[in-house]
């Protein structure tokens, strides 16, 4: 079955250092993969998405991420990160060619940011 | 209005109320989704729907009834819910059944 995992639920990071979130999935296929961002009472934002080509993805806000299959990882990195980027984080794989298949979801990392 | 909206924003009921919960997407997308997202608990899919026809229902209690009338509508009718049900209430639209979801800001619903 497929899975998510993101092991940081809370990570603090300071102003204008760099981030990296952790995602692993478990799925048999190349999957579709995918970051979201929530901000508190709001719905969630697509960041960026791989399906297939370059494993180094770029995103809105400056967010990247890369995937690697020997590791099944897809973590989001930003080389300098800004107040504003205090969210919840969400992981997400898809699978390809399953009629009502939707995503699924890690439990999300929770990112603070000091100044 | 752009992207997908979902009203009322904030709803609180009774357990004996009966109510709806309305998404529109603006997106001219073919499917639809319900998700609850509940403290400390990953999001979970209540309901997909491809082309205004149900595709998926993850064993969710019958007090939670969907209803799609065409692609652009989706709604989420309540009846007897219990606190426990308390939670946000997302909707979300996608092209097709796989790719990426586009996400309404979500319905606050608070149970009593």
């Known amino acids: 079955a497929q899975s998510v995992t993101q092991p940081d639920i809370h990570i603090t990071v300071s102003e204008g250092a760099s981030l990296e979130l952790r995602c692993n999935y478990s799925y048999g296929a190349t999957p579709y993969l995918f970051w979201y961002v929530q901000s508190p009472g709001q719905g969630l934002q697509l960041l960026l998405k791989?399906?297939?080509?370059?494993?180094l993805v770029q995103g809105i806000k400056g967010f990247e991420a890369e995937f690697k299959r020997s590791q099944s990882s897809f973590n989001l990195r930003k080389p300098s990160v800004h107040w504003s980027d205090a969210a919840e984080y969400f992981c997400a794989v898809g699978a390809e060619n399953q009629a009502g298949t939707a995503l699924i979801f890690g439990k999300g990392t929770t990112l603070s940011v000091s100044s | 209005e752009t992207g997908v909206t979902q009203t009322p924003r904030h709803l609180v009921m009774g357990m004996t109320n009966k109510k709806s919960l309305k998404c529109e997407q603006h997106?001219?997308?073919?499917?639809m989704y319900w998700y609850k997202q509940s403290a400390k608990k990953p999001l979970e899919l209540m309901f997909v729907y491809s082309l205004e026809e149900r595709v998926e229902n993850n064993s969710v209690p019958s007090r939670f009834s969907p209803e799609c009338p065409n692609s652009s509508h989706l709604f989420l009718h309540l009846h007897t819910l219990q606190p426990e049900d308390s939670a946000l209430y997302l909707c979300a639209s996608s092209p097709g059944l796989t790719g990426e979801q586009y996400f309404g800001p979500g319905t606050r619903l608070t149970v009593t």
């Open positions: 791989y399906f297939s080509g370059d494993t």
């Open positions: 997106l001219g997308h073919n499917a």
